[in-house]
């Protein structure tokens, strides 16, 4: 049984996009993730990030529970309409050049090894908007929390999934936050809460619509 | 946080390559989706190419302040300066104290992103990709290019065609040269013409350059620094075929901080030995 457990006020956070997602359909777009990522990056987090503990931001999110330990924040996954499906290419040249005149070796081979030729493919998706609702315990914070994510998804240091504008209103759908992967045994294991990667953070989960 | 609005007009046809079709290299363009649904299909430069450019300026700026001798680095140290370097070990401890030695010897690294060992951090520097002012990426450009004459035309009035030769030296004096040497040498070169797919001179486009809230100020003034290597006289040359004089722009828009590059330029002086032990100890 999911239950709220801090209140908040629902609203509806829209992203305006100018360059496609990439790799945006292997798993849902998360909005706890980048807001979890602004916190850290404004100096927020509780403690380091370590292969076993994974500290919590303070998020002006509500959060739920399912009565067995588990809880996460009350966002919604990324409601989006794909306009088209690309792709886009990221390449890595080895530095040759650079390699002849300061390393002693006799061969670079291209196709070998961790510093070889890359030319790498990644799919990608055009939207015009990402849309979340979300319980919001502070909307001010939230969208002060929201200014320093410029960009959404992969290959975003080059360029990808950027963010213009970012907007959060205030609704009237109390609900529509649970259209996300929430605890259930019966479920595949999936993340509960940012950072999703992390082991700790892996429950069996379905996905629910209000 | 910082960020820097670049705006290029073309000086030269730039040719940023996607493959080839026969004897044509293609340019790259990007799959768009405007706002009234339709598609299109627009030439880019991409950010990652940018974004490569500013690490490359840094990379040569390091080893000639440095006096790094030839033969003197491993092909991994390279790699780390100009590529980023890659994960060659496994392992689940994340080297803080490394990550703390980095940014105050090398911040460039912190700046640009690298991986060593077996972790992999993540830069404080987001480059944009370089779009062309056209009617088709109207709907994206910053309200200052609104106006800009070119954005009531289609990308395809700025596409066009160049070529270039590759000479055969078969029944030229130098293959009699080759022939009255005694050797028996048939000359393995073949006659050319390649085409090439370019933007024309004259196009322009935009793009930014951004530091995320993380970079320290030393990121900052380092990207100054970068910046004034890489386009310090306000003109700058993308994507290929820039050795035969594609892709040369001018440049509005390049941050300058008086001292900057002075004060990196000392920074890695002051600090040589510590510099090259730290390269030295992240490829290991």
Redesign the interface.
């Known amino acids: 049984m999911i239950t709220v457990a801090s209140g908040g006020e629902p609203v509806v956070v829209t992203a305006r996009l100018t360059e496609p997602i990439v790799d945006a359909e292997r798993h849902p777009i998360m909005l706890d993730g980048p807001l979890a990522w602004a916190a850290a990056q404004l100096g927020m987090a509780p403690g380091p990030l370590t292969p076993e503990h994974a500290p919590d931001m303070p998020l002006p999110l509500a959060r739920w529970e399912d009565g067995d330990g588990v809880w996460g924040w009350c966002v919604s996954a990324a409601i989006y309409t794909p306009t088209r499906h690309t792709a886009v290419q990221l390449r890595r040249k080895p530095a040759t050049a650079a390699m002849a005149r300061y390393a002693p070796d006799r061969r670079h081979h291209l196709a070998l090894g961790p510093h070889k030729a890359r030319d790498t493919t990644l799919p990608a998706v055009w939207a015009r908007y990402l849309v979340w609702h979300a319980l919001t315990t502070d909307i001010n914070q939230l969208a002060d929390l929201l200014k320093p994510v410029t960009h959404i998804g992969k290959a975003h240091a080059a360029g990808y999934g950027r963010v213009t504008t970012w907007t959060v209103m205030p609704a009237d759908a109390p609900d529509a936050w649970m259209a996300r992967p929430l605890p259930d045994r019966a479920g595949i294991l999936q993340g509960v809460r940012a950072p999703y990667w992390h082991p700790t953070r892996r429950h069996p989960c379905t996905w629910r619509n209000p | 946080?910082t960020t820097i609005d670049l705006t290029l007009t073309l000086t030269s046809p730039l040719h940023h390559g996607?493959g080839s079709a026969g004897n044509t290299s293609l340019l790259?363009t990007?799959?768009?989706?405007l706002?009234d649904?339709r598609?299109a299909a627009v030439p880019f430069v991409?950010?990652?190419?940018l974004?490569?450019q500013l690490r490359?300026a840094l990379?040569?700026h390091t080893?000639a302040t440095l006096a790094?001798e030839?033969?003197?680095?491993?092909?991994?140290?390279?790699?780390l300066?100009?590529?980023g370097g890659?994960?060659?070990s496994t392992g689940?401890?994340?080297d803080?104290a490394m990550a703390r030695r980095v940014e105050e010897t090398y911040p460039a690294l912190g700046l640009l992103?690298y991986a060593a060992q077996s972790d992999m951090t993540?830069?404080t520097?987001?480059?944009?990709?370089l779009h062309l002012v056209c009617a088709e990426n109207a709907?994206?450009l910053p309200d200052r290019l609104a106006g800009h004459n070119h954005v009531s035309r289609p990308a395809g009035m700025f596409r066009g065609e160049e070529f270039g030769t590759r000479h055969d030296v078969a029944s030229t004096p130098v293959d009699r040269l080759v022939q009255t040497a005694g050797e028996i040498v048939q000359p393995g070169t073949t006659q050319m013409i390649y085409d090439l797919q370019v933007l024309k001179p004259g196009s322009v486009l935009w793009?930014e350059i951004?530091l995320?809230?993380?970079a320290t100020e030393q990121h900052g003034r380092l990207l100054y620094a970068a910046m004034e290597l890489l386009a310090g006289d306000c003109t700058i040359a993308l994507a290929a075929k820039t050795a035969v004089g594609y892709g040369r722009a001018t440049v509005d828009g390049v941050p300058y901080l008086e001292g900057a590059l002075d004060e990196w330029t000392q920074h890695l002086t002051d600090n040589a030995d510590d510099v090259l032990q730290l390269i030295k100890d992240l490829t290991k």
């Open positions: 946080m996607s790259r990007q799959d768009i989706v706002p649904g598609q991409s950010g990652n190419s974004r490569h490359d990379a040569w080893v790094v030839p033969g003197s680095l491993s092909k991994a140290a390279v790699d300066l100009w590529s890659a994960i060659t689940s401890q994340v803080l992103g993540a830069g520097l987001r480059v944009s990709n709907w994206r793009g951004s995320t809230p993380a």
